[in-house]
Antibody, heavy 120, light 110 residues
Framework: QVQLVQSGAEVKEPGASVKVSCQAS????????IHWVRQAPGQRLEWMGW????????KYSQKFQGRVTFTRDKSASTAYMELTSLTSEDTAVYFC?????????????WGQGPLVTVSS | QSALTQPPSASGSPGQSVTISCTGT?????????VSWYQQHPGKAPKLMIY???KRPSGVPDRFSGSKSGNTASLTVSGLQAEDDADYYC??????????FGGGTKLTVL
């Protein structure tokens, strides 16, 4: 079955960077995009952007442009999200979600979402 | 892009029906039939319940249904059950491969 397994919880100091991984299994990794969605404690889901796992093309939400980078390792069926210049407002659960490229399809499978805590 | 607008809360007794709205603009909800709905229990990842406005993935009970009129999409849960008690989020394509979520609605089964 389709599975997205993410790396564990992290604690970072303000100004640092964090890199979260998302390992896919149960499907052809390069046929889908991986989207990143975060959720601050008690808050709504917030879309961050996506990476096409096949082509490596990326799209970033304007809010995170310049501070976030998506990469992928096809040989390991793993996508990565790196967020820099962390502040306390970046404390959130960071989910990866699978989606077919294109407009119609939904986010049909999600990772478990590690909590990233930014605190001094 | 701004978040889609959902009511913060909704409630109903077991067996009743409840409808949750999701209001956007002509640039997102109104412009595409690509609205989806997600259920999220505390501490868990979201689960897809409805896609393309009114389609149900395999395994989702037919008590869940979706619709759309203009810039507002709706999720209806019929025959409420205790396990439906959760947060619900709508999502829509917002053009140019951008996506947006709603603010979320906490559904309480009384």
């Amino acid at each position: 079955q389709v599975q997205l397994v993410q790396s564990g919880a992290e604690v970072k100091e303000p100004g640092a960077s964090v890199k979260v991984s998302c390992q896919a299994s149960g499907y052809t990794f390069t046929s889908y995009a991986i989207h990143w969605v975060r959720q601050a404690p008690g808050q709504r889901l917030e879309w961050m952007g996506w990476i096409n796992a096949g082509s490596g093309n990326t799209k970033y939400s304007q809010k995170f442009q310049g501070r976030v980078t998506f990469t992928r390792d096809k040989s390991a069926s793993t996508a990565y999200m790196e967020l820099t210049s962390l502040t306390s407002e970046d404390t959130a659960v960071y989910f990866c979600a699978r989606k077919e490229p294109g407009s119609k399809s939904p986010f049909d499978s999600w990772g478990q979402g590690p909590l990233v805590t930014v605190s001094s | 892009q701004s978040a889609l607008t959902q009511p913060p809360s909704a409630s109903g007794s077991p067996g009743q029906s409840v409808t949750i709205s999701c209001t956007g603009t002509s640039s997102d909800v109104g412009g595409y039939n690509y609205v989806s709905w997600y259920q999220q229990h505390p501490g868990k990842a979201p689960k897809l319940m409805i896609y393309e406005v009114n389609k149900r993935p395999s395994g989702v009970p037919d008590r869940f249904s979706g619709s759309k009129s203009g810039n507002t999409a709706s999720l209806t849960v019929s025959g409420l059950q205790a396990e439906d008690d959760a947060d619900y989020y709508c999502s829509s394509n917002a053009g140019n491969d951008n996506w947006v979520f709603g603010g979320g609605t906490k559904l309480t089964v009384l």
